[in-house]
């Protein structure tokens, strides 16, 4: 059964959770009840929020493994690879945040975990998206929806205290409808570019996201606007550990397709271990984060050196970059330098295309 289940993971990028896996995340989930009833009478806020995120964790990778799960009216079924390790990514930091809730719970100040808790970075399919990772994302945002939105209708009645968290709500129901919009096409049959599926992805991810957020402010609501302090101020993508963490959409997609994956993980590797993140590139992905979302600025295409960074072309100028006016229609982007060398911020009217990605050994 083994050997089966590895040509499963090799040929169809599926995988089946053993027995021993799924009994040990009934037993986390029944440690997250164990801990709610234990201190469902604190007065110790940390706590409180420690126990909110543990619980959303939980929540969220019980729905990606619904269908691993065999019930009365199914058995277990394969899931996609990347579906099992973002659950088991998630499962497994929930311990952490149940002995922290536990110790606060005891001694104020004494837990050392940070609050509020972030979702972190995806784990990302080496394919195009799983329809099945897309319907288990779909499940996760859903059972976030259905966990906050009781007390939701309830902190609207309570006036200003709350605004940030009614915002916060409102920008993550969207996003979930958003993501159903595209993925109920994709669960339909309908067939879909690789973009739709990511973009999916995407919406679900951001979703989860701020729903995690959510959990927590409702706790605490001061929460939000510590968290918008902290990736604005003191952490940006830059700060995860994840290899492609500002690789191009564009490019990861093309990577993929051209089979350079494995290529550029080595690449990859070798350049954030190699290279010292600066407070100044910190603020230029923060700020790029804030031009495209307000609509300033777009993608248009990608840098041909690793990390396959974005080019970024303005639409609405001028703007300020890390000290720098660029105007309408100039595109811009941060060289990250190569075996360690310092990075620097590159702009000009047009860039040149490449004819093709440029890695280490070329």
């Not at 303005?314 to 660029?326: L, M, R, T």
Request: aromatic fraction near 8%; include cysteine.
């Amino acid at each position: 059964m083994a050997l089966l289940d590895r040509f499963r993971e090799i040929l169809f990028g599926q995988r089946m959770c053993t027995p021993e896996h799924l009994a040990s995340y009934k037993r986390l989930g029944e440690q997250v009840f164990e801990v709610e009833v234990e201190l469902a009478e604190t007065s110790n806020i940390r706590a409180r929020v420690l126990l909110r995120a543990a619980k959303s964790l939980q929540v969220m990778s019980d729905a990606l493994l619904r269908d691993a799960f065999p019930s009365d009216k199914q058995l277990s079924q394969p899931i996609p690879v990347v579906t099992h390790e973002q659950a088991e990514a998630w499962y497994g930091r929930i311990p952490d945040l149940l002995i922290a809730a536990r110790q606060e719970a005891a001694f104020g100040g004494s837990t050392k975990v940070q609050v509020p808790i972030q979702l972190g970075r995806q784990n990302e399919s080496r394919e195009v998206c799983p329809a099945q990772h897309l319907a288990g994302m779909r499940r996760a945002a859903e059972d976030m929806e259905n966990l906050v939105k009781d007390k939701m209708g309830y902190i609207r009645t309570m006036g200003d205290k709350y605004k940030g968290v009614i915002l916060l709500y409102e920008e993550a129901r969207t996003r979930r409808q958003s993501g159903d919009a595209i993925v109920g096409s994709i669960l339909s049959g309908q067939r879909m570019s690789s973009q739709s599926h990511e973009e999916g992805e995407e919406q679900y991810r951001l979703a989860l996201s701020a729903y995690l957020l959510i959990t927590q402010a409702l706790e605490d609501p001061s929460l939000v606007n510590r968290s918008l302090y902290d990736e604005t101020r003191k952490n940006s993508k830059l700060d995860a550990r994840d290899l492609f963490k500002v690789t191009s959409r564009i490019a990861v997609r093309e990577i993929r397709q051209s089979g350079e994956y494995a290529q550029a993980q080595v690449d990859l590797a070798e350049l954030w271990v190699k290279h010292t993140v600066t407070e100044v590139e910190r603020e230029y992905e923060n700020k790029v984060d804030e031009l495209a979302a307000a609509g300033l600025i777009e993608e248009d295409g990608y840098w041909y050196c690793c990390p396959f960074q974005p080019v970024y072309k303005v639409i609405h100028g001028p703007v300020e970059v890390i000290g720098h006016a660029i105007p309408t229609d100039h595109v811009f982007t941060w060289d990250y330098g190569e075996d360690g060398k310092p990075g620097r911020f590159i702009t000009e009217a047009s860039f040149g295309h490449a004819d093709s990605r440029h890695y280490c050994e070329n």
